[in-house]
């Protein structure tokens, strides 16, 4: 036996040791679990503040596993990235959700035609083919680039040069909507938006958490106020994440925000939930 404090030593260092082998494994078992078609997606509406229609759904995928049940992409998107297993995921991602689309479209049990967000990584953004690739799965789906918006973290895009921004200058020349993820979280400078092929803002949650009450936190107001401002005055329109009471919907509108996703509208979820639920939350 050691000593209390060697102990206490020894217990996070197997906690680490624990934790790096979790990973290692997780990372090992990524190409098979594509392979077997252990991945899935949920999807979470976006709803339009002025009248709570729902004008399509963000995609988020999760994985199955065989042995730790339903994994959330926190737990493998950083190990996929890492490896270069995000290119082929996000292309299945990609193809899946084009495919849910045209699905929504041809039900026609929406009002609306519904369209899809997706989630590009950093690596994905690097990828060569990435234009191509992104046409060739609406094509084949027969969607209109209208239909996808591609959303990008802020981060991702800190510091890319016109070079870099050219692939998704291209998509969104075509007419696919480029979202900034994640936004208010990087350290961009604003005027760098001017720059950037987006055509929309998604405000990082904690910008929500400030609207949880009446009356509203009054800095988040003004830096809310302040932002939708901005992002009108450059034709940008301003979706807002992680809306969990009618409360802060309510403040959000005001502010005139244009588009909100959030529990209080619906918890990502199966597809085939999409307009069913939309029109019960619709009508309150
Ligand atoms: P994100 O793009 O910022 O997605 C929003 C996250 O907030 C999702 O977490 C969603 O489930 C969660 N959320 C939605 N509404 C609420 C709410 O009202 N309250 C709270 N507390 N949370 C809410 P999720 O599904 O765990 O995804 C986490 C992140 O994983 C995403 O953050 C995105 O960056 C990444 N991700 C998901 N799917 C993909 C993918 O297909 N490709 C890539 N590259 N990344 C993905
Ligand atoms: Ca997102
Ligand atoms: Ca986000
Ligand atoms: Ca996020």
Redesign the pocket.
Known sequence: AKAAGGNRYELADADCDARAIARHSLTNGLPAALENGEFFIEYQPLVRLTDGSVRGAEALVRWLHPVHGVLGPDQFIPLAESTGLIVPLGRWVLEEAARQARAWRSEGKCRAPMRVNVNLSPSQLRYPSLVAETVAVLENAGLPPSALCLEV?ENALIGADEEELRPLRQLADMGVDIAL??FG?GYSNLSYLRRLPVSTLKL??SFTRGMQCSPADPVDVKIVEGIVSLAHTLDLSVTV?GVETGTQAEHLRGLGCDTAQGWYYARPGPPERLCASASADASP
């Open positions: 973290t993820d994640d979280t990082d949650r994440e």
